[in-house]
T-cell receptor, first 114, second 110 residues
Framework: DSGVTQTPKHLITATGQRVTLRCSPR?????VYWYQQSLDQGLQFLIQ???????AKGNILERFSAQQFPDLHSELNLSSLELGDSALYFC?????????????FGEGSRLTVL | GQQLNQSPQSMFIQEGEDVSMNCTSS?????WLWYKQEPGEGPVLLIALYKAGELTSNGRLTAQFGITRKDSFLNISASIPSDVGIYFCAGQGNNNDMRFGAGTRLTVKP
């Protein structure tokens, strides 16, 4: 158990819909990262937050947005969903936002868009 | 953005064999890390490297941070069935994001 909690574990929805994925980082971790993993693909970096502020941005679509709240949990919002958005979405947390290395990953939220 | 090229994409080996995989980048990284992902789980850190030239071991695993800071390798010696999984390299640069390679899928035949 990494200490990172993601909900929901599984989500099935239709094209055009909007979903919100939630992440609770490890206790004490200030930084949260979101990654997308499509079938048999690597981890695509989406976005990083540190103590409530956006710290780095990757290949995140404009239809996607995220935020980190004062209690440090984070939400990833995916809107106008397309079939290609079906993937595993991982949240990870780390102690600091700088180059400290280790990320602790949740078990992921599997999104299926039909 | 920064690109990580990880190879090989997949490996099928016999139990007891040694394994070697590597990662190269077009950009310099300050930190190189190797993660392992098992089915249904998130990646778990195996080894972290923080200095160019650093060679670090974790049991049967050995990894090195390349002198140019643009590459890293991971070796697994005397593989066992539980080594099965996807191995990812990751690099962290000055802009704080963590980029991952596409992964090496390892299959170990008993």
């Amino acid at each position: 158990d990494s200490g990172v909690t993601q909900t929901p574990k599984h989500l099935i929805t239709a094209t055009g819909q909007r979903v919100t994925l939630r992440c609770s980082p490890r206790s004490g971790d200030l930084s949260v990262y979101w990654y997308q993993q499509s079938l048999d693909q690597g981890l695509q970096f989406l976005i990083q937050y540190y103590n409530g502020e956006e710290r780095a941005k990757g290949n995140i679509l404009e239809r996607f947005s995220a935020q980190q709240f004062p209690d440090l949990h984070s939400e990833l919002n995916l809107s106008s969903l397309e079939l290609g958005d079906s993937a595993l979405y991982f949240c990870a947390s780390s102690v600091w936002g700088s180059n400290t290395g280790e990320l602790f990953f949740g078990e992921g939220s599997r999104l299926t868009v039909l | 953005g920064q690109q990580l090229n990880q190879s090989p994409q997949s490996m099928f080996i016999q139990e007891g064999e040694d394994v070697s995989m590597n990662c190269t980048s077009s950009s310099i990284f300050n930190t190189w890390l190797w993660y392992k992902q098992e089915p249904g789980e998130g990646p778990v850190l195996l080894i972290a490297l923080y200095k160019a030239g650093e060679l670090t071991s974790n049991g049967r695993l050995t990894a090195q941070f390349g002198i140019t800071r643009k590459d890293s390798f991971l070796n697994i010696s005397a593989s066992i069935p539980s080594d099965v999984g996807i191995y990812f390299c990751a690099g962290q640069g000055n802009n704080n994001d963590m980029r991952f390679g596409a992964g090496t899928r390892l299959t170990v035949k008993p």
